[in-house]
């Protein structure tokens, strides 16, 4: 296969966050997974889960990658381009967390926020259910300000699932990323993980080009068929550079 998308999940969520949009792009596309079921998430570090990424890449066959990364998934595209070189051709970064070289995810919030996420993080390994209606009300706040009930309570119910504490702690370091055109796609109604003046400066850390779309965080359920226009549009230009 010449070309594909591989979309990298945000935060708490999966493979499944991707359903709506999949089936809009114009080439095929895999929504990946971090880690295998029953791993020890405490013990992976970056490169592991970016590694288990290039497994399934290249499980798939696929030659040519778009890789399309939702919010802390930016932390790990850049890995997985390092680790593929001859087959990643862009990196997206959708509403990314893109911290500067040699700082980690966590590290670009004010420390009333890294307490909370260090909170979630918890929560969400050790499945304190009596907490439930205290995550979910920051969960709408966050990721579901422009949503129709029915996807907020898809989003309710789909959105807690545990993470590698090191996407948010280890220190990045992109220093073996090969040189590939990255476009940011700012996100201005975002209106708690990052509000579109962050995303700035992510998309500045890298140096990626900037599009804007008007939807909160959560884009691919909000606003699929709007992030699958920019999404084809861009593997269109991809295609054309090729030729």
Known sequence: M????VLIHGGGLDTWVWGRITPLLDFP???VRRAASGTNLNHLTITDSAKYIQSQIESAGFQRVILV???IG????PTVASLLPQRVVHIVFVGANIPPEGSSAISIFRPSERFG???WLRLMAWKISFMNKAVEADMQRTLCNDMDEATVQQVLAGGKNPEPPAIFY???SRLQMPSVPCTYIKLLQDQGILPPSKQDEMAANIGAKVVTLNTGHTAM???PHELAKLLN???????????
Request: proline share 3%.
């Open 29 to 31: 596309a895999l929504a």
């Open 170 to 172: 280890e220190p990045v």
């Open 2 to 5: 010449d070309l594909a998308f």
């Open 221 to 223: 359920l909000s606003r």
């Open 117 to 119: 996420i260090a909170v």
């Open 233 to 243: 549009d861009i593997a269109s230009e991809t295609t054309a550079k090729k030729e």
């Open 69 to 71: 990364a939702h919010s």
């Open 74 to 77: 930016g932390i790990l595209a």
